[in-house]
């Protein structure tokens, strides 16, 4: 039989509910005070516990706490005449599994409590997922799995690390490139030396020469001094080019000449700088069907692909799921102050089945806003918020009838809409999540003309 313990100053309710749960088929204890209820927690732990707020003593928040450092996993529900925002989200923050004000909605607490025993019984079940045998598969704490694609991705990295030789690594957006660039960098003969990244989409042409060149006073409007750019502030390091399918002709070709002649000049400037770092570049297209389209110079891709990587997407590295989650929900929990760390077999089934169309950065996301919802240690399918337009049927590989023909722009629209939505549009996050910087999110989102009351598309 199921324990509930009650904890309320007003004998009246005290009383009230005591008789209400036992007609219910609960065992059920009462105490008129937080300090008495908290000796009973102690004593007779109970599985479950009702308490007010406003009592004489140790208040609901108090009992709140003590609870939770007796027994984590005891579900608290408070219950108040004063449902102001302040008390509401003070109370969820500390731990309580919900909030009920007074007067008292029988069947909503009725309700609250069955799903709060049957979260506790599960989370009883349920063994720890997360757990310290992810860290075998992880490379720099940052590139996790352990399937063949990724294990070549590994062997990969070590191969090019020892090396200055330009790399170019193609994936799909959300794969990790970046991660993997950084992983070269620093697991080989550039880590002492400085990592510089440079997302070509972020800034317009004229801009972006100067980051990438640097320039010098009076080269143009506003250049009042000189400034390094990218390339000599990489030194002997690395210096990431993302999104280097975006680089327009102009620059294409002085791209081109830096690569082969190893030198190139600040805009305005006449002296030769010699280049001395390794150049990465990424990209989520195929740089090869941009050669062959016109829109990419072939003997810039030639020498930008001395030695390439391949990143896969994660619906073909299903296995890898399990790994990510565990390590996710441990980097989460520790961001959130949270403990989410039991996964139900369906709900891995759920991950597992899901097409990821954002990929690896696209779990983290939904991972994160599981968390946030979630009232106790497990992943409750009820808070994995996926956009079934979005998803495949499990053992359906073929996509010949699941193709939805819609163009890239489209398809980029949907994406950074569906980030928006599930960060609350908070952009200092969802231009980290998408790989862009702040300013083009911006401008991608006046470009699609996006706002949070737009209906998502179907």
């Not at 170019?168 to 993997?180: A, D, M, N, P, Y």
């Not at 009042?224 to 002997?236: N, R, T, V």
């Not at 570049?281 to 069907?289: F, G, P, Q, Y």
């Amino acid at each position: 039989m199921e324990k509930i313990l009650v904890i309320d100053d007003d004998q009246s309710i005290r009383k009230t509910l005591t008789s209400y749960l036992k007609k219910q088929g609960y065992e059920v204890l009462s105490a008129e005070n937080g300090t008495a209820g908290i000796e009973i927690v102690k004593s007779e732990p109970p599985d479950l516990i009702i308490t007010d707020i406003r009592m004489p003593g140790a208040d609901g928040f108090e009992v709140l706490k003590n609870v939770k450092e007796i027994d984590p996993h005891i579900h608290v529900i408070i219950i108040t005449a004063f449902d102001d925002m302040h008390t509401t989200v003070k109370a969820m923050q500390q731990g309580a599994y919900d909030y009920i004000e007074k007067p008292l909605e029988i069947d909503k607490l009725k309700l609250t409590i069955q799903r709060a025993l049957e979260n506790k019984k599960l989370s009883d079940e349920l063994n720890s997922f997360v757990s310290e045998k992810t860290e075998e598969y992880e490379l720099e704490n940052t590139l996790i799995g352990k399937t063949q694609q990724m294990k070549q991705v590994y062997k990969k990295i070590g191969q090019v690390s020892s090396s200055r030789v330009t790399v170019l690594i193609e994936g799909e957006s959300g794969t990790g490139k970046e991660l993997v660039a950084r992983a070269i960098h620093y697991s080989g003969i550039t880590k002492t030396h400085p990592f510089v990244a440079v997302n070509c989409t972020a800034l317009t042409e004229s801009l972006l020469e100067s980051e990438l060149f640097g320039h010098v006073k009076g080269a143009f409007t506003g250049s009042i001094k000189d400034k390094k750019g990218k390339f000599e502030l990489a030194g002997e390091g690395t210096i990431f080019l993302d999104e280097i399918s975006e680089v327009s002709p102009n620059l294409q070709v002085k791209l081109l000449r830096i690569l082969q002649q190893k030198e190139f000049e600040k805009v305005g400037g006449e002296n030769l700088i010699p280049m001395k770092a390794r150049v990465i570049a990424a990209t989520n297209k195929r740089l090869s069907e941009l050669v062959k389209a016109g829109k990419f110079r072939e003997d810039l891709y030639y020498r930008l692909k001395v030695f390439s990587i391949d990143i896969p997407p994660l619906r073909e590295r299903i296995e890898d799921i399990p790994y990510l989650v565990s390590h996710f929900l441990k980097k989460i929990n520790l961001e959130l102050h949270k403990n989410v760390n039991k996964i139900p077999e369906d709900v891995m089934d759920l991950l597992k089945n899901h097409f990821w169309i954002g990929n690896v950065r696209e779990l983290e996301n939904t991972l994160m806003q599981a968390v946030v919802l979630s009232s106790d240690d497990v992943l409750l399918k009820e808070n994995i918020l996926l956009r079934k337009s979005e998803q495949l049927e499990a053992k359906d590989s073929k996509l010949e009838t699941k193709v939805e023909y819609i163009t890239l722009e489209e398809l980029e629209k949907r994406h950074i809409k569906n980030i928006l939505d599930a960060l609350k549009w908070d952009k200092s996050k969802a231009h980290k999540i998408l790989g862009i910087s702040l300013p083009t999110l911006y401008s991608k989102i006046e470009h699609y003309k996006l706002s949070p009351f737009e209906e998502k598309a179907d």
